[in-house]
């Protein structure tokens, strides 16, 4: 039955129309849908808990081994969306843990490596989230993911790798998972302690280490070798050294740039290589022209070899805003005003995520006091005009800004010209 409480706007009957509707968007033909991404899809994205569960439990009572055990991972993480969603109305820190606790119960011990890497990643997002609400219940999370990761990898190493070939081959792609986030545990276990502490840099030591082992222990290169070099920068930002995230980051665009640009290779480079970097270069590092020209120079890198591939437009869209920001923090006049009517026609745009990234380069730029004045009030403005959409952070820095701007009017006219 649907929870009441979800549905407390809604008809029953428009909760059924739901199910219908969705249903006639998977293939019209019902043996041929996959009813175990079905499942999650109700659960994860509608958020339609009972009917994910209903249909995965009845392919865990009723499916083949293969099919039972997608069943039970799809439903430990529909059961972890569900504790989310519960948390966010009731904030109750302890009910969240328990949910948490009987979603990975649902896991059991997998024995297969698809089930291992699930269960592992499960426990270590667990991990992140708790880290500093309960730090002993996330590492004890990440205890138990390294535990099972690690023992589950060396048995694939020692008894299949070079004694089965035809079956090294198909767990190939979850053995570099598992391996990935085997090293990934002791850098979330390393968040998990307080930053500066021997704990936390023995643990970022262990997983260096490991991704050393990892990348030669490799047939052929993997989306998870990519992925060690933000892993890298992650434990470099941790250190508080962002210049050294930068070059992991800057590390992860050369070692694809040999490849062919493609929609899968343009994705891994910008989301996890040039916007990395953009975004410290723009931010912590915009100290120094040096690197705010670096970011230009990373954006016309990027869109000369990936621009032309319409599907990563999104990413560009985002890339675009640290270039902005950096165009007007270089303080090029001729270049300011082009780039900043871009950035006000960006903060309009009708996707939210990506508005509120265009507000809060408005609301940096607001800030500088070596920019115009009717500018930076200008772009306070902008901001403060999407106040009930704004985070905290952003809010805070708008204030700072209008703080520095009217201490900054000389006379009475001006105050009343630009201030809110």
């Not at 059924?16 to 849908?33: E, M």
């Not at 799809?74 to 969603?85: F, G, R, S, T």
């Not at 675009?320 to 303080?331: E, F, H, T």
């Not at 009517?341 to 509120?356: E, G």
Request: aromatic share 12%; with cysteine; hydrophobic share 40%.
């Amino acid at each position: 039955m649907p929870n009441p409480s979800r549905f407390m706007t809604m008809p029953r009957i428009l909760a059924g129309l739901a199910v219908a509707l969705v249903l006639s968007l998977f293939a019209g033909n019902a043996h041929a849908r996959d009813m175990v991404e079905y499942g999650r899809y109700l659960g994860v994205r509608l958020q339609m808990w009972e009917e994910s569960y209903d249909v995965l439990d009845k392919i865990i009572s009723g499916g083949s081994a293969e099919e039972k055990a997608r069943a039970r991972r799809n439903k430990a993480e529909v059961m972890k969306a569900e504790a989310d969603y519960i948390f966010s109305q009731d904030q109750d820190e302890s009910g969240r843990t328990a949910r948490y606790g009987k979603a990975l119960a649902e896991f059991g011990d997998p024995e297969d490596a698809a089930g291992v890497v699930a269960k592992g990643v499960m426990q270590l997002d667990l991990a992140m989230g708790l880290r500093r609400t309960d730090p002993t219940t996330a590492r004890q999370y990440c205890d138990d993911a390294i535990k099972m990761l690690n023992d589950k990898r060396v048995y694939l190493d020692e008894k299949v790798r070079y004694e089965n070939q035809s079956e090294w081959e198909k767990v190939y792609p979850d053995y570099s998972r598992m391996f990935f986030h085997f090293c990934r545990g002791y850098y979330v276990k390393g968040m998990c302690f307080e930053a500066g502490s021997p704990d936390r840099e023995a643990n970022f030591k262990l997983c260096e280490r490991n991704i050393d082992e990892f990348q030669f222990s490799l047939d052929y290169p993997t989306e998870e070798l990519v992925l060690t070099y933000p892993l890298l920068g992650d434990i470099e930002l941790a250190r508080g050294h962002p210049e050294a995230a930068v070059s992991q980051f800057t590390g992860c665009i050369s070692f694809l740039q040999g490849e062919a640009a493609t929609e899968y290779l343009g994705r891994l480079a910008l989301e996890h290589g040039y916007l990395r970097a953009a975004e410290l270069l723009t931010t912590e590092l915009d100290f120094d022209p040096r690197n705010l020209e670096k970011c230009v120079d990373l954006y016309a890198e990027a869109f000369g070899k990936y621009g032309q591939i319409s599907e990563l437009n999104f990413y560009f869209k985002r890339f675009q805003l640290y270039r902005i920001s950096a165009l007007i923090k270089l303080g090029d006049e001729a270049k300011v005003r082009g780039a900043i009517d871009l950035l006000f026609k960006l903060a309009a745009d009708r996707d939210i995520t990506f508005r509120r990234q265009a507000l809060v380069v408005l609301s940096d730029i607001a800030t500088r006091d070596s920019l115009d004045n009717e500018l930076r009030f200008k772009c306070a403005g902008i901001v403060y005009s999407e106040l009930d959409s704004n985070p905290v952070s952003v809010i805070l820095k708008n204030i700072q800004a209008y703080q520095s701007l009217i201490a900054a009017c000389r006379d009475v006219k001006t105050f009343e010209t630009y201030a809110p």
